[in-house]
């Protein structure tokens, strides 16, 4: 249905759903340096896969967002996984959350790109990697990331306990920022089901491309 000639455009704004501080403060540098007047939500902390995925869903059934970005450590849903796999829970996480995802794929959801999923295999330090280096290497969490951080000198403070500053990563984004704008994201790879305990990944381009950023251009 064509919208009435006056009617006003009502900017809802953008949920963001993630486990993670690093994620939210990632979020708020790209706001930050390409000065985007998007309103980001961020919401409450969730505590497991299955929670943020009934955020998602409740946020999605209200229509509260004109967007929903949901960023996923997929460290995290082994970790779940291994967690239940010598009890008698009911399900196994990773399963359950392969079917999430494949769910959301073949859904409404992505209709308008309303919904946007975005994968770390295993963790958001992974995206830190591919600024230097191409390589789909699997690391199964973020420890075993540290020696080809070190070895590329991301930076200092991304080896210490995380969050113990929030200071600590203040300039992380600015020193990667020349690696970023030589990124080709035709050539990252999406995640991959079938290859998600065998490979590693980062969607994280796609948060480019649904806020419209074009990573080679400073005056936007």
Known sequence: MARKKNSPIINKGIAFIADGESEQWYISQIKKYYNKTMSL????????????????????????YDK??????????IKENNDVKNTKSQGQPLTKFLNIYKAINNSEWNKDEKVTIIINNPCLEFW???????????????????????KFKVDNQLFEKYKKNKDDYKNLFEKLLPYLKKMDFSKLKAFDINKCESESCSEMYKLFEV????????NI
């Open 41 to 64: 939500n961020q919401l409450p902390k969730t505590k497991n896969i299955q929670e943020q995925y009934d955020l998602v869903n409740n946020l999605f059934r209200e229509g509260v």
């Open 68 to 77: 929903i970005i949901w960023i996923i450590d997929f460290d995290q849903v």
């Open 128 to 150: 830190y990697l591919l600024h230097k280096k191409l390589s789909y290497k699997y690391y199964r969490n973020y420890v075993e990331l540290i020696p080809d951080l070190k």
């Open 211 to 218: 806020l419209d950023i074009n990573i080679n251009n400073d």
